[in-house]
């Protein structure tokens, strides 16, 4: 897959919110602070990108979109317009330095274009001191400025802040443009429909996979699937001897729950849906398949109910240990011819 330039970035992540946009630049009803709240990887940077260019862009689309080609539009995608004023935080906040060049950057004139577009990512790490400096140039409004505030987490941002710039929520993507975005980043193709199914952020995806916790995972729960798709005692020791080495925290722990519940609606898939969305787990298909062929409904729903349980489980502080071993033993016996 070709690498997506900014413009079809924000138009795969967010189109309505790009469509708002542009309509706003070109009925000239662009306020001048906004707040763009979302999680990571959901545009909020793409969107701001996209109206800087546009305000620079020499021959933007009939649709209103910047062209994305013109010699403006590609010195704002590589960061080189000293009118558009891009801070993010290095390291874990937005420095002193950093805020000292954004005011003297507000002060000064547009060196060439008639606008100045600021777009500061992570604004929920400015220290207070910080946010309030700004603060002043946010409350008076100066011509031919816009100030993009980016954040992850509007619950930290200041009160004053929140109240003095439009909020604008940015919804989640879509299963496809998350996706799309998975394969830019090079996830392999078939973790990604679990991880849609497991998150909408980009960087909880990058955190699963790291030192390949997901495909070991994946590695895991089917062999624990296919032992007890055969009705398999195994499994049982499965869950000592693969599942808890993966289950080292909490989150890890959530997340195996997680999945195998995915593994059992894929399951519910197969046998009542067949092809309607994406296989979570393609490589047991095959397996579920010939699972399919002997399970009642009742016995898949008493699975399922007894998967969805573990969750509460877990949030009740039960051991997850005991948690996975209870749930292997009410699969078996389900699973297994009664007397
Ligand atoms: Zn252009």
Not at 62 to 68: N, T
Not at 123 to 137: H, S
Not at 171 to 180: I, M, V, Y
Not at 253 to 267: C, E, F, G, N, P
Request: charged share 20%; net charge negative; with cysteine.
């Amino acid at each position: 897959m070709a690498k997506q330039n900014i413009i079809e970035q924000a138009e795969s992540k967010q189109p309505q919110l790009m469509q708002h946009f542009i309509h706003l630049m070109t009925t000239n009803r662009l306020s001048h602070a906004y707040l763009f709240s979302g999680l990571p990887g959901c545009g909020k940077r793409a969107v701001a990108q996209v109206v800087a260019m546009r305000f620079f862009c020499q021959t933007p689309n009939a649709d209103g979109m910047p062209c994305g080609h013109c010699p403006e539009c590609n010195r704002i995608m590589a960061g080189d317009n000293p009118d558009v004023v891009t801070v993010e935080p290095d390291g874990q906040r937005i420095k002193v330095d950093q805020v000292r060049y954004i005011k003297d950057e507000f002060a000064k004139s547009p060196v060439e274009g008639a606008t100045k577009v600021f777009i500061i990512e992570g604004a929920e790490t400015l220290t207070t001191n910080a946010a309030n400096g700004l603060l002043k140039f946010i409350e008076e409004p100066v011509a031919n400025r816009v100030i993009f505030l980016l954040t992850t987490n509007k619950s930290m941002m200041l009160a004053t802040i929140l109240s003095r710039t439009q909020i604008v929520e940015f919804p989640s993507l879509t299963a496809k443009a998350f996706a799309d975005d998975l394969r830019q980043h090079q996830i392999s193709e078939n973790q990604i429909p679990l991880l849609n199914g497991l998150t909408n952020s980009l960087e909880d995806a990058e955190q699963l996979i790291a030192d390949d916790w997901l495909a070991h995972c994946q590695h895991e729960l089917g062999r624990w699937f296919n032992q007890l798709a055969k009705r398999d005692d195994m499994a049982f020791v499965t869950v000592q001897t693969g599942l808890m080495p993966l289950a080292s925290d909490r989150d890890h722990q959530a997340v195996i729950l997680d999945i195998i519940v995915l593994l059992w609606q894929d399951m519910l898939q197969v046998k009542y849906l067949l092809g309607e969305a994406p296989a979570v787990f393609p490589e047991l298909q095959t397996a579920m398949a010939k699972l399919a062929q002997s399970l009642t409904r009742q016995q898949l729903l008493a699975i399922l109910t007894a998967a969805l349980g573990t969750k509460k489980a877990l949030a009740g502080n039960m051991n997850i240990q005991s948690i996975l071993e209870t749930l292997t033993l009410q699969i078996l016996d389900e699973l297994k011819p009664k007397d």
